[in-house]
């Protein structure tokens, strides 16, 4: 699933390309993704829209469009935002042509993703208000406050790190290399974290999620981004994806749990 890092480089790859352009033509081909919006109806809700900006909460892209009123799209599973492929790609879900002769596709195989529309700021808020607990980005988002956040928890720190609820835009990558950075093993509960661990923790975030960026993200299976291109931090990733390999630091084969239902990878050794 595209997580935090790669949403933020399709935002920044489509921001200067969209920004002051008008949506001069939408199709809807799928009715899954504007439930319980009718394709039609959403259709005549985008069509003929300036877009204002292009922004990101979470892992959302966030449409402000003209009129006050706001697209949220999420890519979910195998979700990608292409920006004029040169054929039309397979799976295509949504179709957008802008007033500049420029294309957009959205393209997803397992038909997950999402859009849905929220009028006037209030609606947008309340919307990810009630999703989406701070990003690591966020300015309020600090060690105190991650410390905080896990006090009395009784799940392990893994499924702590995936609820978008407290935490917004850190998946099953992410917070695999996270822990790893940290040196903190999944399955530990959250609230046993101490301040010194949380401290750990919200910098190896931080870290995991700005080299994630740098590299546009990891293409662990179907993410392309913006330009259909893959990314680059799947050749860095020190943890995820490499059950049975050696530890980059130890040496000891990394070893693989579930947790939540999610496949995990981690160093006995060095995550204790």
């Known amino acids: 699933m595209p997580e935090l890092p790669e949403v933020e480089t399709v935002r920044r790859q489509l921001a200067p390309r969209v920004e002051g352009r008008t949506f001069r033509r939408v199709r809807v081909l799928d009715e899954r993704w504007c439930m319980p919006l009718a394709p039609?109806?959403?259709e005549r809700a985008l069509r003929g829209r300036r877009v204002e900006?292009?922004?990101r909460r979470g892992k959302y892209l966030v449409w402000k469009l003209s009129g006050e009123r706001f697209l949220l799209q999420h890519l979910r599973m195998t979700g990608n935002l292409l920006y004029d492929p040169a054929e039309r790609p397979p799976y295509t879900r949504v179709e957008i042509d802008l007033d500049d002769g420029h294309e957009l596709r959205y393209v997803d195989m397992r038909r997950f993703g999402t859009g849905q529309l929220a009028d006037g700021r209030g609606e947008l808020d309340a919307f990810l208000d009630g999703r989406l607990g701070l990003e690591p980005f966020d300015p309020d988002f600090d060690a105190e406050h991650l410390w905080a956040l896990a006090r009395g928890s009784r799940t392990p720190v893994k499924s702590f790190l995936l609820d978008q609820k407290r935490i917004a835009g850190v998946g099953n990558i992410y917070a695999d290399e996270s822990l790893h950075r940290a040196r903190l093993r999944p399955d530990r509960l959250a609230g046993t974290l101490s301040r010194k661990s949380a401290q750990r923790l919200h910098e190896s975030l931080r870290v995991s999620l700005l080299m994630a960026i740098k590299n546009r993200g990891s293409s662990v299976d179907t993410y392309r981004d913006a330009w259909g291109e893959i990314g680059g931090q799947q050749e860095k990733l020190l943890v995820y994806g490499r059950a049975g390999e050696p530890?980059?630091?130890?040496?000891?084969?990394?070893?693989?749990i579930r947790i939540a239902g999610r496949s995990t990878v981690f160093c006995r050794r060095c995550q204790r």
Do not use: D, H, N, V
Not at 247 to 256: E, M
């Open 40 to 42: 039609r109806e959403m």
């Open 53 to 55: 900006s292009l922004g």
């Open 247 to 256: 530890c980059f630091t130890c040496g000891r084969p990394l070893a693989l």
